[in-house]
C-alpha cells in the first residue's frame, strides 16, 4: 500500500537578486520516509527549503502540505501545521538559556504537563543539553547548538521535519552523533526531508534521495541505488 504524500513541490521557481537560484523543481516526500537532496553548495537546495518552509517568496510553481497549497504562508503558520525545520547555521537563541530555547519550540502548544514531558524527552536524546541546561546558547560549541536546534523543532511535534546541512562544520565525531540522532527521530514515526552535503551520509540513511545540480532535480531514485551509481558516486562521493 503506497503511503501518503505529505509535501509535494511542482515546479517550483525562486528567484532572488535578479538571478533564478531554482528552476521548476518537483519532488514529494511521502509519509513515513526519509528522502534526501543531496546536491553541491550553490545548488539551490537552502534555498529551496526557505521557499517550502515561507522564509524565501516564489517566483513560480507550488508547494502543498497535506493536500493543501502553503504558498505564501509564514513559518509561525506550518509549525502550527506540524511543518518544523532545523534551518542552516542552527539559528538558536544566543542569549537565552537552553531550557528556554527548547520552551521557545512549543511556543504553540498550551499542554504544560506535555511540554515538561517533552523537555525531558530531549535531555534523554541529547544528554549534553540536561547537563548544560541553564547554559546561554550562544557558549556552547556548534554541535551542542545544533542538537539544540534539533531538541527545539521537535518541541513542536511535527509532522514533517526539515532539515538543512545539518552536520555542516562540524567535528567527524559530532556528525556521527548527529545523524545517529535523525535516525532515531526518524525511527520514532517522524518524516524527514534531510538536505546534505555529505551525500554518502545522507543517502545510506534515506529511502529515497534527489540530486540538484544548478537549480534543477537531475536524479531522483531509491537512496541505496543511488549510493551505488556510478554518476552520483563520482559527483557527490569522491570516487
Known sequence: MTSKTLLKVSQLKVSYGGIQAVKGVDFEVREGELVSLIGSNGAGKTTTMKAITGTLPISGGDIEYLGR?????????????????????????????IIENLQMGA??????????????????????????????????????????????????????????????GLSPIMVDKIFEVVQDVFAQGVT????????????????????????????????????????????????
Do not use: C, H
Open 69 to 97: 497549497s502553503i504558498r505564501g504562508q509564514g513559518p509561525w503558520d506550518l509549525v502550527k501545521q506540524g511543518l518544523a525545520m532545523v534551518p542552516e547555521g542552527r539559528g538558536v537563541f544566543t542569549r537565552m538559556t
Open 107 to 168: 511556543y504553540i502548544r498550551d499542554d504544560k504537563d506535555g511540554i515538561e514531558a517533552d523537555i525531558d524527552k530531549m535531555f534523554a536524546i541529547f544528554p549534553r543539553l540536561k547537563e548544560r541546561r541553564d547554559q546561554l546558547a550562544g557558549t556552547m560549541s556548534g554541535g551542542e547548538q545544533q542538537m539544540l536546534a534539533m531538541g527545539r523543532a521537535l518541541m513542536s511535534r511535527p509532522k514533517v521535519l526539515l532539515m538543512d546541512e545539518p552536520s555542516m
Open 192 to 239: 524527514i526531508l534531510l538536505v546534505e552535503q555529505n551525500a554518502s551520509r545522507a543517502l545510506s540513511i534515506a529511502n529515497r534521495g534527489y540530486v540538484m545540480e544548478s537549480g534543477v532535480i537531475t536524479m531522483t531514485g531509491e537512496a541505496k541505488q543511488m549510493l551505488n551509481d556510478p554518476k552520483v558516486r563520482a559527483a557527490y562521493l569522491g570516487e
